[in-house]
């Protein structure tokens, strides 16, 4: 006998409308809860918008991307020796190769092998994790070339990784930033081995660009 009353549902299909009445019950819980009750047009338009929030963002980031309606913003530099030391001076300069001005920039300066562990370990988040510097708005073709910075080298390693994020504001109100991943062979010293490599172009969440700003 099939025991939800419904006499069309196939015995073999019971199981998912009893999942069903079960996540059902979760509604307006704390709980994870994949069923989503609404009264209203408005009510379903504001969960679409949390929902594929992530989604359209990436979509309207790709477009601006096609357009080439965006600044662009690539990290060049060197490292130097420091004498009678392990560690190293680099120097670093941020260059906007797009078309538009990027306002208000910060490069953000992390310790780690490269952007995923950066995102994974929410890095952007801790205040010791980085070394944040500030610099004017950025016009197209404009140079920015920051103070030398002194980067301590780890003895049991000869290999420095970093990643450079550059996060800035547009002219279209989005919060983006150009992450390049910088690693120096340190072992070929006094002439060392730099690699830079412009990484991606992402989004970033208002309340993480005021607590860097903050920093």
């Known amino acids: 006998k ?8 196939d015995k073999d299909n019971i199981k998912l409308f009893e999942v069903i009445s079960d996540r ?3 509604s307006n819980t704390p ?3 994949w069923i989503l009750p609404f009264n209203s047009s408005i009510d379903v338009k504001d969960r679409l918008s949390i929902e594929l929030r992530t989604e359209m ?11 080439g309606n965006l600044p662009f913003l ?8 420091i004498p009678n030391s392990l560690d190293v001076r680099l120097n670093l300069e941020v260059t906007n190769v797009g078309n538009q001005v990027a306002i208000g920039p910060l490069l953000v300066l992390f310790r780690a092998k490269d952007y ?27 140079t920015f070339k920051l103070p030398t910075l002194p980067i301590k080298v780890d003895k049991l390693n000869d290999e420095v990784h970093l990643v450079a994020s550059v996060l ?4 279209h109100g989005d919060l983006l930033t150009d992450v390049t991943e910088i690693s120096i062979k340190t072992v070929l010293r006094p002439k060392m081995k ?11 969440q208002e309340d993480t660009y005021e607590k860097i700003i903050a920093k």
Request: no cysteine; hydrophobic share 35%; aromatic share 10%.
């Open 2 to 9: 099939n025991p939800s009353g419904l006499i069309w549902i």
């Open 24 to 26: 059902k019950t979760l």
């Open 31 to 33: 709980q994870d809860n």
């Open 57 to 67: 963002k990436q979509i309207r980031l790709d477009r601006l991307i096609e357009s």
């Open 74 to 81: 690539t990290v060049w530099g060197d490292a130097i020796d």
């Open 116 to 142: 995923q562990e950066v995102l994974r370990d929410n890095l952007y988040m801790d205040p010791t994790s980085s070394n944040v510097k500030n610099f004017n708005s950025l016009l197209p073709s404009g």
């Open 168 to 171: 800035y504001k547009t002219i």
């Open 194 to 204: 730099m690699a830079i490599r412009y990484t991606t172009k992402h989004y970033l």
